[in-house]
């Protein structure tokens, strides 16, 4: 029996191979070369947004300190972004946390020292593209930290500092955080809210110090602040392993008046508790 071959049945055979296998390397390319560029982009866009949230967190509690009346403000803060649809991605978590006793400030005079310990608010991005970054909302500053040890105070603080003849005066407006409620701390990737309260406010005034020291985990940050605010004519800005003096130079007395605001917070829906 004589056995016919059909070429043209081998020849669709192998184009459909070959288109299989040009699918898959582009499919491939896809996966490897631009999904993760989306992916990181998207992750460096959620940045910006918490960015602006916590500039936002910083103008409401900036409100509180200015009506200094008992109201709730909510801002939202994304945590997270999602993974891509149909194909292989991995997404973004982020954590917030309300932490008490995290930055301390300690007033030197020559017959006594003051020590105020302060909370913060603090947003921790568990990136899988992108660098990993941290916003911190410390004594009434904005500060980013990234995953490599640098940081930048994107909003500084409340204090100015003006010079007469050879006394330098500061006008420090000190923000504590206080958690409430247990309502602390929040990871996922979703949307959840920061609720602050007003609380209280209290001035301290301090005539002649000697040194006012901010013991911080953002160092530099601060220090770069505080150069750029006081004259070096008139005070020495030293940097330390937990912080940064000021401290002023001879000749010059400094004095300092101190508002300290205590503002309650909690992380999630609604307010838990009475104020």
């Known amino acids: 029996?004589?056995?016919?071959?059909?070429?043209?049945?081998?020849?669709?055979?192998?184009?459909?191979?070959?288109?299989?296998?040009?699918?898959?390397?582009?499919?491939?390319?896809?996966?490897?070369?631009?999904?993760?560029?989306?992916?990181?982009?998207?992750?460096?866009?959620?940045?910006?947004?918490?960015?602006?949230?916590?500039?936002?967190?910083?103008?409401s509690?900036?409100?509180?300190?200015?009506?200094?009346?008992?109201?709730?403000?909510?801002?939202?803060?994304?945590?997270?972004?999602?993974?891509?649809?149909?194909?292989?991605?991995?997404?973004?978590?982020?954590?917030?946390?309300?932490?008490?006793?995290?930055?301390?400030?300690?007033?030197?005079?020559?017959?006594?020292?003051?020590?105020?310990?302060?909370?913060?608010?603090?947003?921790?991005?568990?990136?899988?593209?992108?660098?990993?970054?941290?916003?911190?909302?410390?004594?009434?500053?904005?500060?980013?930290?990234?995953?490599?040890?640098?940081?930048?105070?994107?909003?500084?603080?409340?204090?100015s500092v003006t010079t007469s003849g050879t006394t330098v005066s500061i006008d420090f407006l000190v923000i504590n955080i206080t958690g409430y409620a247990n309502r602390t701390t929040e990871s996922g990737l979703g949307v959840t809210f920061v609720r602050t309260n007003f609380s209280s406010i209290s001035t301290q005034q301090f005539s002649n110090i000697e040194s006012l020291t901010i013991y911080t985990s953002h160092t530099n940050s601060w220090f770069n602040f505080l150069n750029y605010t006081f004259d070096s004519s008139t005070a020495n800005i030293t940097l330390l392993s937990n912080g940064i003096r000021v401290e002023p130079k001879a000749g010059y007395t400094m004095n300092l008046d101190m508002d300290v605001a205590k503002i309650y917070a909690q992380v999630g829906l609604g307010w838990i508790g009475n104020l």
Not at 127 to 134: I, R
């Open 61 to 159: 509690i900036d409100l509180h300190t200015v009506t200094r009346t008992n109201f709730s403000i909510s801002v939202p803060i994304t945590l997270g972004s999602r993974e891509l649809p149909y194909f292989i991605t991995a997404r973004a978590l982020g954590d917030i946390s309300i932490k008490d006793d995290e930055i301390e400030i300690s007033i030197k005079t020559a017959t006594s020292y003051t020590n105020l310990s302060l909370g913060i608010i603090e947003y921790d991005a568990r990136n899988a593209y992108f660098v990993d970054q941290s916003y911190i909302l410390e004594c009434g500053a904005v500060i980013l930290e990234q995953d490599e040890g640098l940081e930048s105070m994107l909003v500084p603080p409340t204090l």
């Open 1 to 59: 029996m004589r056995i016919n071959h059909n070429r043209f049945a081998v020849v669709g055979v192998i184009e459909a191979i070959l288109l299989i296998a040009l699918f898959a390397i582009i499919l491939s390319t896809i996966q490897l070369v631009y999904i993760p560029e989306v992916m990181k982009n998207r992750e460096a866009e959620h940045m910006d947004k918490v960015a602006d949230q916590f500039s936002q967190l910083k103008l």
